[in-house]
């Protein structure tokens, strides 16, 4: 068992930038990645980035420059740190943990990204 509490989600003007935050607590052991997905209005989840228990880290073209992912593990979190957002990037953004075979089973509850332009 994961938990996951995702903050720093709020509302900005095009071209400003954010740092999304995930607490992770629970039973960790069997967690391989921690991603970040966004669901914008009217589309499905998408996945985003997410980081190894090793550091690797991977990208979707969409945000990749913009957008990085980073973990501090004393305090157990892992950060999304967002640039030159735009309108596009407006959705819910889900912190999730992932097992070694690319399933995310554990899922926060989502913090708010609105870009106004």
């Known amino acids: 068992q994961v938990q996951l509490v995702e903050s720093g989600g709020g509302l900005v003007q095009a071209g400003a930038s954010l740092r999304l935050a995930c607490v992770v607590s629970g039973r960790t052991f069997s967690t391989y990645a921690l991603g970040w997905f966004r669901q914008a209005p009217g589309k499905e989840r998408e996945f985003l980035s997410n980081?190894?228990?090793?550091?690797?880290?991977y990208y979707v073209d969409s945000v990749k420059g913009r957008f990085t992912i980073s973990r501090d593990n004393k305090k157990n979190t892992v950060y999304l740190q967002m640039n030159s957002l735009n309108v596009e990037d407006t959705g819910v953004y889900s912190c999730a943990a992932g097992n070694y075979s690319g399933i995310y089973d554990y899922w926060g509850q989502g913090t708010q990204v609105t870009v106004s332009s």
């Open positions: 980081i190894s228990w090793n550091n690797n880290t």
